[in-house]
Every structure is written in structure tokens, then in C-alpha cells.
């Protein structure tokens, strides 16, 4: 069994940083993708950033680009996701995935951690 764990979530200021983790971990798996997506109340969830694995390329949701950046601890199959310049629209669950295969959909999900930005 895999698991999925984020860390990193909390109450921040408009305009101030967090860095958010998220670890994978269990028996035999071999990670290709791993991803931030997020989801605030009453939306769908919503794509934020994602890394290819083995060619290292990230792809970031226009909304992000230039205030989130990606990096990995690839020993530890952990990936990051350096927040900066937070503002309200960021408010939001922020949950991993984690792709096991190397097409198709994410296979595992973390639980979520909240961020909040205040104005």
C-alpha cells in the first residue's frame, strides 16, 4: 500500500510564503508524477503544479506561475511546493497526487492540508 502525506498548510498574510511537502511512501511502487492540485468551497478541484519525475520537468496553472516553484527530494520521493506572494484566491485545501504508472491518472491522494491567506 502507498501512502501520501502533506505537511506544511497554515494561516498566512497576504503576500507572505509557505512551503508545502508532500511524502509518498510504502512497499514496491516507483513514483512518474507527482502533483498539487487544490480546491476551495463550493469549486471543483483545480490543477497548481506538477513534476515529471525522471525529466524533472514542472508544468504550473497560469494563476501560479512566477509565485510557486516546485523541487524534489528524490531519495525520499518527497516533492515541495515553495508558495510565495500568497494572496485570498490561494485559500484553498491543497491536496498531493501521486502517479504510480507511467500514463494515466493519478492513484493516490493525500488528505489535504489547509491553507488560508488572510487580507
Known amino acids: 500500500q502507498v501512502q501520501v502525506v502533506e505537511s506544511g498548510g497554515g494561516l498566512v498574510r497576504t503576500g507572505g510564503s509557505l512551503r508545502l511537502s508532500c511524502g509518498a511512501s510504502?512497499?514496491?511502487?516507483?513514483?512518474?508524477?507527482m502533483a498539487w492540485y487544490r480546491q476551495s468551497p463550493g469549486m471543483e478541484r483545480e490543477f497548481v503544479a506538477s513534476?515529471?519525475?525522471?525529466?524533472?520537468?514542472?508544468d504550473y496553472a497560469d494563476s501560479v506561475k512566477g509565485r510557486f516553484t516546485l523541487s524534489k527530494d528524490h531519495a525520499r520521493n518527497t516533492l515541495f511546493l515553495q508558495m510565495n506572494n500568497l494572496q485570498p484566491i490561494d485559500t484553498a485545501v491543497y491536496y498531493c497526487?501521486?502517479?504510480?504508472?507511467?500514463?494515466?491518472?493519478?492513484?493516490?491522494w493525500g488528505q489535504g492540508t489547509q491553507v488560508t491567506v488572510s487580507s
Open positions: 497526487a501521486l502517479r504510480t504508472t507511467p500514463v494515466g491518472s493519478n492513484n493516490y
Open positions: 510504502g512497499r514496491s511502487f516507483n513514483v512518474y508524477r
Open positions: 513534476l515529471d519525475w525522471r525529466t524533472e520537468i514542472p
